[in-house]
């Protein structure tokens, strides 16, 4: 079956990084669009960024220019780059697949 399992949180301050980690298996990883999504605490969840399995590349707009996705397809890895961080960053983080398949989820939380 398909599995998801991200990497990488925890707990920074304002305008340091993380560098997120997915890693899949169960699928033709470079088949398939990639996504990261967010779920801050009483908010609903929301994509972060996303890119295709021929590397398009797409972002929310509050992460533009701050956050970078990228995946290595050898390792059937994709990766959430965040850069100067903000506490309106803080959520769980998830990674997606094909609009059905979920990781567990990985804390980020942003100090100020």
């Known amino acids: 079956q398909v599995q998801l399992v991200e990497s990488g949180g925890g707990v920074v301050q304002q305008g340091e990084s993380l560098r997120l980690s997915c890693t899949a298996s169960?699928?033709?990883?470079?088949?398939?669009?990639m996504g990261w999504y967010r779920q801050a605490a009483g908010k609903q969840r929301e994509l972060v960024a996303r890119i295709g399995s021929s590397g398009y590349k797409s972002y929310e707009d509050s992460v533009k220019g701050r956050f970078t996705i990228s995946r290595d397809n050898a390792k059937k890895t994709v990766y959430l780059q965040m850069n100067s961080l903000i506490p309106e960053d803080t959520a769980v983080y998830y990674c997606n697949t094909q609009d059905s398949y979920w990781g567990q989820g990985t804390q980020v939380t942003v100090s100020s």
């Open positions: 169960g699928i033709i990883f470079a088949l398939y669009t």
